[in-house]
């Protein structure tokens, strides 16, 4: 049994496919003089060629699948810089051959992102070993050497985004590598690819022969080779468990989330944990509608720096990949405090809460402003502000992330210069100026168990006024009508994300009233489409009408009773 790091999860048993060993090359090894000028063709070439493979599998992929194309991208950036190829051209100026220079640089480069405390950057460490490996390869014509079939899993030292993408669509069934990290290039894909990847598994290209019967568990990071008749029967349980999970999901899982008559409703996901991502990609949500960030921080006495905010940022962002994942800024305040926050109000859910609190601790809001568009370099992630009132809290905030991104630009570090940014509507004011709001921000989020006790001044934990507090009444949903429609005019997007959008016997009613987005937890994202599957939009445009036209809650939810079956 060898052990590694669960990257991709899955269990499955088929053989081994084991990759050539790599010849460990002389750092040493000097050309003449007269050799100087045919080593740099071989470099060129071999480069060249490199930058021709990453270029067509990215056009082709720009057509499927944009976001893993921009991930292939910044290898591409790496292969074609020239001030890195003029440093291993100088290598073999200096008399060491085309393959030697181009591992001491790379080496070099590799070790520096080691010895940093960036521990993404360490991650990249292993693609500038990949691009490395590729060029070895091409200039002692080793591509193509890999035969794989069908079924087969594939043990390698290190693999690139390219050479995964290739063994993908020959239909490797399991990876496990020796090196990477979980949030490398390699472990995204396999994710998204859903192919089972145990990684970080040592030695396991000379542990492992081509032929050997593997089971591979990627949910536990294990590998065994060549199973004794007990870890059979105990993977074939496994994979009965597992096979009756995927069939109570059912097939809904693999269908469209659109009504009868063709109209698509997103279903995004709200998010706690990392755990809750794992099961957004279970239930193939198409994305993260939103991450109330301060639930990574509670229980905390302070504000996580930087360095970690950004590491945990960036694991969420990669495990929701190729789909959006949008971060809230902190809500700090009225129910949610931190105890650097702890400080006395008479009124809390009126206080200094969300982006009033943010605004007047600028040193806690650029920190986690920074990480996240930190986070945002592979141009997945969406910012989203809280409990805005007026357009002011809105630009000062825009003003701020203006002057993070300065501040990232002249430090080198990547991010997404368009990261959407897009504001919470859960306060009245922010309905009613909603027309106003559109045209300044990205997108909307509607947070409806906000929005019902500001407008029905009804606090929403109180157990005394359950019957007060109430998403459906008419003042509620005419803001909610209001707001979409002003996000249409203005042509941004707008999901809900409050609780009502769960509630499946309202489905009818927002899918009626125009909403194409829905973000709610994933638990119950297949029943939730279920549910749109069955309802017309049609009807359900007819249904909201007649809704909105309703006096007083009870008629609305007579209504509704009268509809959902
Ligand atoms: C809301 O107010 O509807 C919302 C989604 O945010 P929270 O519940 O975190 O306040
Ligand atoms: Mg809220």
Request: charged share 25%; aromatic share 6%; glycine share 6%.
């Amino acid at each position: 049994m060898l052990n590694g790091i669960p990257s991709s999860p899955g269990v499955y048993m088929g053989a081994a496919v084991v990759e050539y060993s790599k010849v460990d090359i002389n750092y040493n090894e000097v050309i003449n003089d007269s050799e100087i000028e045919a080593n740099i063709s071989k470099f060129i070439s071999a480069s060249r060629e490199l930058s021709d493979d990453y270029t067509a599998i990215i056009s082709e992929l720009d057509k499927t699948q944009p976001n893993i194309a921009t991930i292939l991208e910044s290898n591409l950036m790496l292969i074609n810089d020239d001030i890195l190829k003029k440093d291993i051209i100088s290598y073999i100026e200096k008399g060491y051959s085309a393959e030697s220079a181009i591992t001491l640089f790379y080496d070099q480069q590799r070790n520096f992102l080691l010895s940093t405390k960036d521990s993404i950057l360490r991650e990249r460490a292993f693609e500038i070993d990949n691009i490395k490996d590729r060029l070895l390869d091409i200039i002692w014509g080793r591509k193509g050497l890999f035969q794989v079939s069908k079924g087969d899993i594939l043990v390698v030292r290190n693999i690139t985004p390219s050479e995964l993408i290739h063994y993908q669509s020959m239909g490797i069934a399991g990876l496990i590598t020796e090196v990477g990290g979980l949030t490398s290039h390699c472990s995204i894909l396999a994710r998204s690819y859903e192919i089972p990847a145990v990684i970080g598994v040592k030695d396991a290209c000379s542990k492992i022969k081509t032929g050997d019967t593997i089971i591979i568990n990627g949910y536990a990071g294990v590998v065994i080779v060549n199973p004794n008749n007990e870890a059979t029967s105990h993977y074939n349980l496994k994979k009965i468990i597992e096979k009756e999970h995927q069939d109570r999901l059912g097939q809904i899982r693999n269908l469209p989330s659109e009504t009868k008559d063709g109209r698509y409703i997103k279903i995004m996901s709200n998010v706690d944990t990392m755990r809750d991502i794992d099961n957004t990609v279970k239930t193939k949500s198409d994305g993260v509608g939103l991450v109330r960030t301060e639930s990574l921080i509670l229980g905390l006495n302070t504000f996580p720096d930087e360095e970690s905010q950004y590491v945990s940022y960036s694991q969420f962002a990669d495990r929701a990949f190729p789909h959006a994942i949008t971060f809230r800024a902190f809500d700090i305040g009225s129910d949610k405090f931190t105890s650097e926050t702890n400080f006395h109000e008479d009124n809390p859910a009126l206080g200094v809460r969300g982006i009033r609190f943010l605004l007047g601790r600028e040193d806690v809001f650029k920190t986690q402003i920074r990480a996240i568009l930190r986070a945002s370099a592979n141009k997945n992630v969406r910012f989203m502000l809280p409990m805005i009132i007026n357009l002011p809290e809105l630009k000062a905030t825009l003003d701020l992330i203006e002057i993070c991104k300065n501040e990232l630009k002249a430090e080198g570090q990547m991010f997404d210069s368009r990261m959407p940014v897009g504001i919470m509507i859960e306060t009245p004011a922010a309905a009613i100026i909603s027309d106003i709001l559109a045209k300044n921000c990205d997108f909307f989020s509607i947070g409806t168990n906000d929005l019902t006790q500001y407008v029905l001044a009804s606090d929403r934990n109180n157990e005394h006024l359950s019957d007060s507090y109430d998403t459906l009444h008419p003042a509620v949903l005419r803001l909610i009508k209001i707001t979409i429609d002003n996000a249409e005019d203005a042509g941004i997007d707008l999901s809900i994300c409050g609780e009502i959008a769960g509630r499946f016997e309202a489905t009818k009613l927002l899918v009626g009233m125009g909403v194409k987005s829905l973000s709610v937890s994933p638990s119950i994202q297949l029943n939730l489409k279920k549910n749109l599957r069955s309802m017309s939009y049609k009807n359900a445009k007819t249904f909201a009408k007649n809704v909105l036209k309703c006096e007083t809650p009870e008629e609305v939810r007579q209504l509704i009773s009268a509809n959902h079956p």
